[in-house]
Nanobody, 124 residues
Framework: QVQLLESGGGLVQPGGSLRLSCVCSGRPFSNYAMGWFRQAPGKEREFVGTISWSGSNTYYADSVKGRFTISRDNAKNTTYLQMNSLKPEDTAVYYC?????????????????WGQGTQVTVSS
């Protein structure tokens, strides 16, 4: 059984930073791309960032480019999302997802397994 467990969410002031983690179990983590998505109240789930199996390729949504960094540690079956210069509009539930293939992709349909999500709230 594949499980993805996110952690690291919380309340942070505008301009602050958080690092989300996602541990994957139940499938060979290093074989697959990983992605981060987010969903704000009343909105569709949207793409945030993705990383290929080796970590050599990453892509980001324009809204987070230059502020967020995705990385992975295949030895620990973990992917990370470092979020800097946070804005109130970054407030959402953040989900990690494990891909169908090894290449990085923005498409939700290319992810097979999803975590339960972790809440990120950016507010003063």
């Amino acid at each position: 059984q594949v499980q993805l467990l996110e952690s690291g969410g919380g309340l942070v002031q505008p301009g602050g930073s958080l690092r989300l983690s996602c541990v994957c179990s139940g499938r060979p983590f290093s074989n697959y791309a990983m992605g981060w998505f987010r969903q704000a109240p009343g909105k569709e789930r949207e793409f945030v960032g993705t990383i290929s199996w080796s970590g050599s390729n990453t892509y980001y949504a324009d809204s987070v480019k230059g502020r967020f960094t995705i990385s992975r540690d295949n030895a620990k079956n973990t992917t990370y999302l470092q979020m800097n210069s946070l804005k109130p509009e970054d407030t959402a539930v953040y989900y990690c997802a494990s891909g169908r293939n090894y290449w990085a992709t923005r498409m939700r349909s290319e992810y097979m397994y999803w975590g339960q999500g972790t809440q990120v709230t950016v507010s003063s």
